[in-house]
Each structure stands twice: as structure tokens, then as C-alpha cells.
């Protein structure tokens, strides 16, 4: 019978010892950050009905508010979808990655992302991975909601809808680290995580004009609006869905995309490097 015998020790002086050689680990930030975001995915992949769960709220604003909107408009539901549907893509983005930094928070409060923070990946990795996992629910959910719009007179422009979820992702990314960033400074007071979130988001979300047109509202009401990021994004979501791409709105709601996205990840990144 033949018996297998392990190759000898080297103990040639200045030759390293087992544990000394270099690891075969494949090492990089993208390694890292795909890493990091195949983690993130896979409770997304194990338990897909949350992603269907959480489509509730924009389902409710587009059927109760759509109707409504309608008769204002005077019966025209194929134009009011048409001006609609993008603001509520824009909500989906808004609340969908506005509200990930409340599961960091938890992870914190149970150990777990200390646990993270000392495996052998980038700390950079790890904001990043976590902020691309928003992207998937954001694009399935602003899909369904276009298609579901579809039987009521909405027109699907598919370029358009790419580019819009392309833009909508950009900013969901720079959003996302953002509630992430907020997590990190919270810890373990979630109070004042909900205090943030909630003072913040609503006001954005009506002073964008997603919901209802703010041109007859009052003078203090369009300023806001005017240095509201959201604004450009929602204005430049309902060039791209309606095929217009050649509309200057769409440049003001990439800038406005590209900032964000940019912003979040400088203040997400630097945040997740001091975490303890």
C-alpha cells in the first residue's frame, strides 16, 4: 500500500515558515467591495418578498394620488401618469435607500458589524459594497412600478427607463452612504437616527414638487425648492421616461445625481475608517 509522507520543512536560514508565506487571497478594493456586496445581496435573494414588501407605500401614493391627480387634470390619466410615475421612481429611491442606515444600526447593537470591521477588507470596501446592495431593490422596485403603470395609460419609453434607473441609482448610492454615515454617528441611539430621517425626508420630498406641481405655490416654497436637489432629479427622471433626452433638465438632475452620490461617498467612506 502506498502511503503519502508531507514534503519536508524547508529550514534553509532566511526561508519563511508556513504561516509566514503570502496568502493566495485575492486582495483589492473591487475584490473587497464584491465581496461585501454578495454578502449584503444574498438575505435580499433568500427573503425576495421584502424587496416586494416595501413597494406598499409607492404602490398606495400611485393608486390613491394618481386618481386624484387625474380629475384635477381634467381627465387626462395618459399625461398625468406620464408627469407622475417618475416622482414616484424618485420616491422609491428616496425612502428605499434614505431608511438602509437603520440595519447598520442594528448590526451594531448586536455585535455583528464590529465582526466586520475586523476582517481582512478595505474599510472603504465595506461602505461601498453595502451602498451598491441598495441599487438592486431600487431598480426591481421603480421596474414594477412603471409596469404596473403601463395598463393605465402610462407610456414605457425603455431607453428612457434605463437611463432614468441609471440616474436614480447614482443617487441612491451617494443617499444610501449618507444614512449609513448617519448610522455610524447614532450608534446606538436610534431616536436620534428617526429624528434625523424623518425631519429630513419629508420636507425634501414635498419641496421637490414629486407629488404635487409647486409653480402656484408661494415664493418661499419654489425657493426651496429651487435649491433642492430633488427637484433637478424628479424634473430630469420625467425627461428621460417621456424619451426626451435632448431636455436641459436632464443635465441639472445628473449634476444633482453626481453630487449626492459623490458627498455621500467621501463622508461615508471616512466614517466607516474611524469605526471602532
Known amino acids: 500500500m502506498n502511503t503519502l509522507t508531507r514534503p519536508a520543512a524547508d529550514t534553509t536560514p532566511g526561508a519563511l515558515a508556513p504561516h509566514d508565506a503570502p496568502s493566495a487571497r485575492p486582495t483589492g478594493f473591487v475584490h473587497d467591495t464584491a465581496a461585501v456586496f454578495v454578502r449584503e445581496t444574498r438575505p435580499l435573494v433568500r427573503d425576495p418578498f421584502s424587496v416586494v414588501f416595501s413597494l406598499v407605500q409607492p404602490l398606495v401614493f400611485l393608486g390613491l394620488f394618481g386618481p386624484l391627480l387625474v380629475g384635477a387634470a381634467g381627465g387626462d390619466a395618459s399625461g398625468t401618469l406620464q408627469w407622475f410615475v417618475p416622482g414616484i421612481l424618485v420616491m422609491v429611491a428616496l425612502f428605499g435607500t ?52 403601463v395598463p393605465f395609460g402610462f407610456r414605457l419609453d425603455v431607453p428612457g427607463l434605463v437611463a432614468g434607473l441609471i440616474v436614480l441609482a447614482v443617487f441612491g448610492v451617494g443617499l444610501g452612504a449618507l444614512s449609513y454615515t448617519l448610522a455610524l454617528a447614532c450608534r446606538n441611539r436610534d431616536w436620534m437616527f ?25 415664493a418661499w416654497m419654489r425657493f426651496a425648492a429651487a435649491v433642492n436637489p430633488l427637484s433637478y432629479l424628479v424634473d430630469a427622471e420625467r425627461a428621460l421616461l417621456a424619451g426626451d433626452f435632448g431636455a436641459p433638465s436632464i443635465v441639472g438632475g445628473v449634476i444633482a445625481a453626481a453630487i449626492t452620490c459623490a458627498i455621500g461617498l467621501g463622508f461615508g467612506v471616512r466614517a466607516m475608517r474611524r469605526a471602532r
Not at 100 to 121: D, K, W, Y
Not at 123 to 140: E, F, H, M, N, S
Not at 194 to 218: E, K, N, R, Y
Open 194 to 218: 428617526w429624528m434625523v430621517h424623518q425631519t429630513l425626508l419629508f420636507p425634501l420630498m414635498i419641496l421637490s414638487g414629486m407629488l404635487l406641481p409647486l409653480d402656484d405655490g408661494p
Open 98 to 149: 434614505a431608511s438602509t442606515g437603520a440595519n447598520l444600526l442594528f448590526e451594531m447593537q448586536t455585535g455583528s458589524h464590529e465582526r466586520t470591521l475586523v476582517a481582512p477588507l478595505s474599510r472603504g470596501a465595506l461602505l461601498v459594497g453595502r451602498t451598491l446592495k441598495d441599487v438592486v431593490p431600487l431598480v426591481i422596485q421603480g421596474t414594477i412600478v412603471v409596469l404596473v403603470a
